[in-house]
């Protein structure tokens, strides 16, 4: 019997690869409007973080969700992201 895959992604922040479970989806909707996908059940384009809000800001620092969604994303919409990261772990 063979041992069911796990889902590997990799955090945009830190680099490293996690099982996807434990990672923050952070979602591109197809209006392009960029949010936290706490459930990871929105639609759109994906991309991954830590649970730790110190690789959301390496994230931002390094424009990695930029790249990824190929757009511009605004302060407003990183402090939003950072919020609400950090209020979901307590």
Do not use: H, W
């Amino acid at each position: 019997m063979k041992a069911k895959k796990v889902p590997l992604r990799m955090c945009t922040g830190c680099g490293e690869m996690f099982d996807k479970r434990t990672l923050v989806r952070v979602v591109k909707s197809p209006e392009g409007e960029v949010s936290l996908d706490l459930t990871g059940k929105k639609s759109g384009r994906g991309a991954y973080v830590c649970r730790n809000p110190e690789c959301l800001k390496k994230a931002r620092k390094k424009k990695a969700f930029e790249r990824a969604f190929s757009m511009q994303i605004s302060d407003e919409v990183y402090n939003a992201m950072e919020e609400e990261m950090t209020n979901a772990k307590g």
